[in-house]
């Protein structure tokens, strides 16, 4: 079975520090990973996926197989950023369909 | 392009009656996958239709669940004879085949179901 772990449900930083969402997953097979935010009042968006290796709005993620982890990294968090963050993979057994995490919230205070 | 369209936002129902959810795709994609994201959850799957099929509907309840994507119009997610534990949020997301790993799924702003 595929699942996708988010350990830490609440994060917050304080402007321009380093932050860091964990992402875990279990799936037998090469996944795919994606990073999705939604920011307030606003609907659910792909800000990432591994296979396209870019860095958007500053964050990054790699994709650890040997760990099965993608954590979602920034180096100078913004204010802009707090949103809520899910991880989620799509497998080829299981076609297209996401497993997404439970999600985290992220803050960054002034 | 105005992106994948859900109505209701907000859709209240009383125990025992139907909510029928709709779904307008974004233009051009053929792909429509539902997601159920009940209080303190994240998203879980529910099913992926192409016009006038099922794909994949392992994540669908086996009772009162139904979903339908025709040629024409919008896909629809059908709870029949609703209980409290279907007060959640669901959201619709539509994608277009690009033949590269999984498509990108673009979300809806969900409909909000509560049941009293």
């Known amino acids: 079975a595929q699942r996708v772990t988010q350990p830490e449900k609440l994060l917050s930083v304080f402007k321009g520090a380093p932050v860091e969402l964990k992402c875990n997953y279990s799936y037998s097979g090469s996944p795919e990973l994606f990073w999705y935010v939604q920011y307030s009042r606003q609907r659910l968006q792909l800000l990432l996926r591994h296979i396209s290796r870019e860095s958007i709005k500053g964050f990054t993620a790699d994709l650890n197989k040997g760990e099965t982890s993608f954590h979602l990294k920034k180096p100078f968090a913004q204010e802009e950023d707090s949103a809520m963050y899910y991880c989620a993979l799509s497998g080829y057994t299981s076609g297209s369909r996401l497993t997404f995490g439970e999600g985290t919230q992220l803050t960054v205070n002034p | 392009n105005a992106g994948v369209m859900q109505n209701p936002r907000h859709l209240v129902r009383r125990r025992g009656q139907e909510a029928r959810l709709r779904c307008s795709p974004m233009?051009?994609?053929?792909?429509v996958y539902w997601y159920r994201q009940l209080p303190e959850e994240g998203l879980k799957f529910m099913v992926y239709l192409q016009k006038e099929n099922i794909i994949d509907e392992s994540g669908m309840p086996k009772e009162r669940f139904s979903a339908e994507f025709p040629k024409e119009g919008p896909s629809i997610l059908r709870i029949q004879q609703v209980v409290r534990g279907d007060s959640a949020a669901y959201f619709c997301?539509?994608?277009?085949?690009?033949?590269?790993?999984?498509?990108?799924?673009?979300f809806g702003p969900g409909t909000r179901l509560t049941v009293l």
């Open positions: 997301a539509s994608s277009r085949p690009s033949g590269e790993g999984t498509d990108t799924q673009y």
């Open positions: 233009k051009g994609h053929s792909h």
